[in-house]
């Protein structure tokens, strides 16, 4: 008798939605809408004029070139810290994330957001995270520091 073995590529399962927030989670900060990246240099390290715009054009190309409508739809902005010297990297939507909330809680986006849509915002965090830490700039840090 000849059996016949066909292998199929196995489609990853998705992950839970508690277990997306939860990663995403770590970008949440207080009263900020959407998730945010924090940027830190060495103390020596003084950025050019216009850095926080080079970073925001490098955050709204990956937005646009994911190939994710709501990548896409997100904004970014940059700017500077009011309290420390830090940049900001803020990843957000007008229309589903709510201003005010604590850190940590994700629950406009618990409640607007697909799995699918939370997977990639995920991955597009991460990507980013490893696109800016590619940059060569001494003492570059990030907060959340990315996980793999």
């Given at each position: 008798?000849?059996?016949?073995?066909?292998?199929?590529?196995?489609?990853?399962m998705p992950k839970p939605k508690e277990e997306l927030l939860q990663t995403l989670s770590r970008y949440k900060s207080d009263r900020i809408r959407g998730v945010l990246l924090q940027v830190y240099f060495d103390p020596d390290f003084l950025p050019n004029e216009g850095f926080d715009d080079e970073l925001e054009s490098l955050?709204?190309?990956?937005?646009?070139?994911?190939?994710?409508?709501f990548l896409a739809s997100l904004e970014c902005e940059v700017g500077l810290s009011r309290f420390e010297t830090v940049y900001?990297?803020?990843?957000?939507?007008?229309?589903?994330?709510e201003?005010?909330?604590?850190?940590?809680?994700?629950?406009?986006?618990?409640k607007w957001h697909q799995e699918s849509e939370l997977e990639e915002l995920c991955r597009f965090m991460k990507s980013l995270s490893d696109v800016i830490l590619s940059l060569p700039i001494k003492g570059l840090h990030l907060v959340p520091e990315p996980k793999d």
């Open positions: 008798m000849t059996f016949l073995v066909c292998t199929l590529p196995l489609k990853a955050g709204r190309e990956l937005l646009d070139q994911s190939g994710s409508p900001l990297v803020h990843i957000w939507s007008e229309e589903f994330h201003k005010n909330l604590p850190a940590g809680d994700l629950s406009d986006m618990q």
